[in-house]
């Protein structure tokens, strides 16, 4: 089991930058791929961004391909999200995700195959 708490939410104002990191506890995080799961209140939410357990390997939702990196650092047990170029739509909550996995390259873009969340943590951007 591994419990992951997110950090690095707030306000921004749109053309701005953001970093989210998330840090993991319990279990090692090297043994689970990673994402961020975002979600608009009302909205089903999609996975933006996720990278597999060795960090070399990632992939992101066609709206933010460009804007958003997602990188990893295994011995400091901590996944980040760096999201450039914010706009109004990126206004959301951001949830950190570890999908179990014996497969070191695989990525997860699917919230089903996630096995544990962190709380959230909420990125407003202004106009």
């Known amino acids: 089991q591994v419990q992951l708490v997110e950090l690095g939410g707030g306000g921004v104002q749109a053309g701005g930058s953001r970093r989210l990191l998330c840090a993991a506890s319990g279990r090692s995080c090297s043994t689970y791929a990673m994402g961020w799961f975002r979600q608009v209140r009302g909205n089903e939410g999609e996975v933006p961004a996720g990278?597999?357990?060795?960090?070399?390997?990632?992939d992101y939702a066609d709206s933010v391909k460009g804007r958003f990196t997602i990188f990893r650092d295994n011995a400091k047990h901590t996944v980040y999200l760096q999201i450039n170029s914010l706009k109004p739509e990126d206004t959301a909550v951001y949830y950190c995700?570890?999908?179990?996995?014996?497969?070191?390259?695989?990525?997860?873009?699917?919230?089903?195959?996630?096995?544990?969340w962190g709380q959230g943590t909420q990125v407003t951007v202004s106009s």
């Open positions: 995700a570890a999908a179990y996995t014996v497969l070191v390259h695989v990525v997860a873009r699917d919230s089903k195959r996630y096995d544990y």
């Open positions: 990278i597999g357990r060795s960090g070399s390997s990632t």
